[in-house]
């Protein structure tokens, strides 16, 4: 069965911590995506990657950066956490130019205290 | 800017309702519709799609109800199970184009 794997499924970090949350998928996709999932909000693209090194500005990258140094992994990188990025953090992967939809992790829900 | 409405944000069904989901969306080169079914704890996952080129797609006792016209797409849950409680998201893209727009999901309660 394809997998998304996402490192840590609960964490707790302090204002200002740099935070690495961590994506890995076993299903050779070239496409990689983060979303923050909010009440009200629903899914919001943070950034996506299209191939390894390859990296585009979702809907809303302020205060995120992400690193594609592996096709299988895929990373999201909070430089200094604040109180309103405490959040679901979604990672999923398709390949490319498939017309299928995207296979999601279980989520990263991480609180900034 | 929200390209993809959802409604309602919340629903609440005896066991054995048709409860209905509904999206509506602006950009006309949109050509992918899938709607993705989510359980606390989990991930969103596929649940059915569909191409604007049929106005309606039954699995099982999903159904997606599509209207080009008016830029509305819609999804019925058949004589709905307290199995169904979750929260669904509905989603448009333009196929070969990696992102896709997701709306604000509604959260599923079937009570028996």
């Known amino acids: 069965d394809v997998k998304v794997t996402q490192s840590s499924r609960y964490l707790v970090k302090r204002t200002g911590e740099k935070v690495f949350l961590e994506c890995v998928q076993d299903?050779?996709?070239?496409?990689m995506f983060w979303y923050r999932q909010d009440p009200g909000l629903g899914l919001r693209l943070i950034y996506f990657?299209?191939?390894?090194?390859?990296?585009e500005k979702g809907d809303i990258p302020e205060g995120y950066s992400v690193s594609r140094e592996k096709k299988e992994r895929f990373s999201l990188i909070l430089e200094s956490a604040s109180t309103n990025q405490t959040s679901m953090y979604l990672c999923?992967?398709?390949?490319?130019?498939?017309?299928?939809?995207?296979?999601f992790g279980s989520g990263t829900r991480l609180t900034v205290v | 800017q929200q390209q993809v409405k959802q409604s309602p944000q919340s629903l609440i069904v005896q066991k054995g309702g048709i409860p209905i989901i509904n999206c509506a969306y602006e950009?006309?080169?949109?050509?992918?519709f899938p709607w993705y079914q989510q359980f606390p704890g989990k991930g969103p996952a596929l649940l059915i799609a569909?191409?604007?080129?049929?106005s309606e797609k039954k699995e099982g006792r999903f159904t997606i109800s599509f209207n080009k016209s008016a830029k509305q797409f819609s999804l019925h849950i058949m004589d709905s199970q307290p199995g169904d409680s979750a929260t669904y998201f509905c989603?448009?893209?333009?196929?070969?184009?990696?992102?896709?727009?997701f709306g604000i999901g509604t959260k599923l309660q079937v009570i028996p």
């Open positions: 999923a992967s398709r390949l490319q130019g498939a017309i299928y939809g995207y296979t």
């Open positions: 299903m050779d996709h070239e496409n």
């Open positions: 990657s299209y191939d390894v090194k390859m990296k």
């Open positions: 950009n006309t080169a949109f050509d992918y």
């Open positions: 569909i191409r604007p080129d049929v």
């Open positions: 989603a448009a893209s333009i196929v070969g184009y990696q992102k896709v727009t």
